[in-house]
């Protein structure tokens, strides 16, 4: 073959090639911005759905946190004897109870909320057990009383959780 030969050859694959290479190139960013559009589409729908379902977890959670502030709760949950011990287990079992009702609630939650919710959990059953270990608390209705005038100095753990989630719905939007 001559260099005429070769170099009429090249001269017509080398238009092919770069027409092909150009072609490749523009299909793959295609199918790639498809799927991009896809994948974004899913996720939206997803979110879509996703969030009525994450707004009752956090309706169920507001719920819990206002029946286990102590105002409420002392007052709904009233002592079947004078013993101050079963007073203060019958009021740590609800809170228990509660909590364990709305367990589930934490997969809609963020992790950083769900961490917030178990400390309030844990510093209001806190905040019972150590007004009980109080020489002034002789009956239950002692210990109630004296777990209210606890709650006029500072802010229940419950509320501080309620603020944080109310924080955290509101950053949904």
């Known amino acids: ?12 694959t080398l238009p092919s090639v770069v027409t092909g290479g150009v072609a490749y190139y523009f299909f793959k960013s295609y199918l790639t911005d498809k799927q991009s559009t896809r994948r ?12 009525p379902l994450r707004l ?23 002592p079947t004897s004078n013993d101050k011990n079963d007073y203060e287990n019958l009021v ?3 809170i228990e109870q509660e909590f364990e009702h709305n367990l589930t609630q934490q997969i809609y939650m963020s992790d950083e909320c769900w961490t917030i919710v178990t400390t309030a959990k844990n510093a209001t059953i806190q905040m ?6 109080s020489d002034r608390v002789d009956s239950a209705d002692k210990l109630r009383e004296i777990i209210l005038n606890d709650l006029f100095d500072k802010q229940s753990p419950s509320s501080a ?5 109310k924080n955290e719905v509101s950053d949904m939007w």
């Open 1 to 12: 073959m001559d260099s005429n030969k070769i170099i009429e050859i090249i001269a017509y």
């Open 92 to 94: 740590i079992a609800q």
């Open 161 to 165: 959780a309620l603020s944080y989630i």
């Open 56 to 78: 009752q977890a956090y309706e169920r959670i507001t719920l819990y946190l206002e029946r286990i502030s102590l105002t409420k709760l002392l007052i709904r949950v009233t």
């Open 128 to 133: 019972i057990r150590k007004a009980s270990m």
């Open 40 to 51: 974004w589409l899913l996720q939206k729908e997803a979110q879509k759905q996703a969030l």
